[in-house]
């Protein structure tokens, strides 16, 4: 590597960092002065708390990271390639998306309960969010999320084990749908002090393809079932909104995801699928939130 390349590295993890930094602090240094001047109800300022706290433990998290790939042997080693731990790239965006989920969901309550002490909620919406026809559909928003959280972070095992590399091409994986058993289940990866071939879900490369694709496409199909289910049902403007954002959202990380592989993921694409995760994951928030009961 070229001074030059190390360069250009180096400012974007001290880019990184300073974000990070004056993200904490925006976060931080208000809720404070806001929850002295008693500007905060006591659930507001839990909900401030437990984000600092977890922003801490990100930038933990992210020092952690960082350091299991400094390892003084393999620099040593011409020609090789340090690499972080995917597991410990997987904790970091986990904690990362668990933030701004407080954010989004923190902000979003205080714009109701706005709303609500002002009495300028509309009635007949309440009335819509809180009918026992909307029951199942709240209750299937919320794991829908948990499935897309889920399909998130095993991403975040794929970038980290350099997966998307392996198969490049969709819909199939070589010659087939599904890759040789003895790929997929390699004795490679087995430790002798447990012995189990699991290892291979989080740290065989194609394994961890196989399992992305997996869960990408149950989360689009369920995506698309939900929506199509929530077309029969009576829903406010809001909520009816935010079904069809998540609809238009999967269909399109699910496009970002097929041309990531096949163009054996430039880095414009790479960031574009990342991007797609978090616009996926805020549309069902704001599902969740729109179908949240109204108390009256």
């Known amino acids: 590597m070229e001074i030059e390349d190390f360069k250009g590295i180096f400012y974007w993890e001290w880019g990184h960092r300073m974000i990070g930094r004056f993200i904490g602090m925006s976060i931080l240094l208000p809720g404070i002065y806001f929850a002295r001047r008693g500007y905060m109800t006591k659930s507001v ?52 998306f668990i933030i701004y989920a407080g954010a989004i969901f923190s902000a979003a309550g205080i714009l109701r309960n706005d709303k609500l002490a002002k009495g300028t909620y509309p009635k007949h919406v309440a009335d819509m969010i809180n009918s026992p026809v909307l029951k199942q559909l709240r209750k299937y928003s919320h794991w829908l999320g948990g499935l897309i959280f889920i399909t998130v972070l095993s991403g975040g095992i794929v970038a980290g084990l350099d997966a998307g590399l392996i198969y490049t091409e969709y819909p199939k994986m070589g010659e087939g ?99 797609g995760a978090l616009a996926l994951l805020t549309s069902n928030f704001w599902v969740i939130h729109a179908l949240r009961k109204v108390p009256l």
């Open 45 to 96: 300022q839990k909900q401030v708390l437990f984000i600092a706290s977890v922003m801490g433990f990100q930038g933990f998290m992210g020092w952690f990271m960082v350091k299991s790939g400094l390892n003084e042997a393999l620099m040593k080693e011409v020609g090789a390639v340090p690499r972080v731990s995917q597991y410990r790239l997987t904790a970091h965006l986990c904690t990362a």
């Open 177 to 275: 749908y599904i890759p040789p058993k003895n790929e997929l289940w390699s004795d490679h990866y087995v430790k002798p002090q447990d012995k189990g071939k699991w290892r291979n879900l989080l740290e065989n490369p194609v394994t961890a393809q196989f399992d992305h694709r997996t869960l990408a496409e149950f989360t689009a199909l369920c995506t698309t079932g939900f929506w199509l289910y929530s077309r029969r049902l009576p829903l406010p403007p809001n909520a009816r909104a935010a079904c069809n954002a998540m609809m238009l959202a999967a269909a399109t990380q699910i496009t970002l995801g097929i041309c990531t592989l096949i163009y054996m993921v430039p880095i414009s694409l790479g960031a574009a699928h990342q991007a």
